[in-house]
């Protein structure tokens, strides 16, 4: 269960770029993108993400939409 609100667009890029440098205005995310970024998520917020959630986090917009729904059904 978690009280933090889930991350935004900001706050996903921020955490993409833990990564390495990321070229402005990229919106995709490759797989090694989306296995950090999901280790963020159940790090900050202790929830496994299921692997059809997983699948529709192709760009970052994606993945604000998809956190959302996850952790707003963790609350």
């Not at 009280?3 to 890029?13: A, D, F, N, W």
């Not at 496994?48 to 959302?68: G, H, K, W």
Request: hydrophobic share 45%; aromatic share 4%; no cysteine.
């Amino acid at each position: 269960m978690t009280t933090q609100p889930p991350p935004g667009r900001v706050e996903i890029i921020d955490w993409l770029a833990g990564l390495g440098q990321r070229p402005p205005g990229t919106e995709r995310i490759d797989s090694m993108e989306l296995a950090w970024l999901v280790h963020q998520v159940e790090q900050r917020y202790g929830v496994e993400l299921p692997d059809e959630q997983l699948e529709r986090m192709t760009t970052i917009d994606a993945a604000v939409a998809v956190l959302a729904e996850v952790l707003a059904s963790h609350v």
